[in-house]
């Protein structure tokens, strides 16, 4: 069963490595997912974090970024399809 919340890690990647580790996951994306919560850390830095939040904003799928109390974590809100 899928849940309508899924994570994907991708602290310890590079920005290219994470874009594909997003990516996949926003295609696997069915209906039924309304947030895909990105953990990126932020301990090494805001680099990852900050081109995180700049790749996704205007996605198709994305309907926008929220950002939680935990610095190391961004929420992707999706647009039903």
């Given at each position: 069963?899928?849940?309508?919340?899924?994570?994907?890690?991708?602290?310890?990647?590079?920005?290219?490595?994470?874009?594909?580790?997003?990516?996949?996951?926003?295609?696997?994306?069915?209906?039924?997912?309304?947030?895909?919560?990105?953990?990126?850390?932020?301990?090494?830095?805001?680099?990852?974090?900050?081109a995180?939040?700049?790749?996704?904003?205007?996605?198709?799928?994305?309907?926008?970024?929220?950002?939680?109390?935990?610095?190391?974590?961004?929420?992707?809100?999706?647009?039903?399809?």
């Open positions: 069963m899928v849940s309508g919340f899924q994570e994907v890690d991708v602290h310890g990647m590079n920005k290219a490595q994470a874009f594909a580790a997003i990516d996949a996951r926003l295609r696997r994306a069915g209906g039924a997912v309304y947030t895909l919560r990105i953990i990126h850390g932020y301990h090494g830095g805001t680099v990852l974090r900050d995180i939040r700049a790749q996704y904003r205007h996605h198709p799928k994305v309907l926008r970024i929220e950002l939680g109390m935990n610095p190391g974590e961004t929420d992707l809100i999706l647009k039903e399809l």
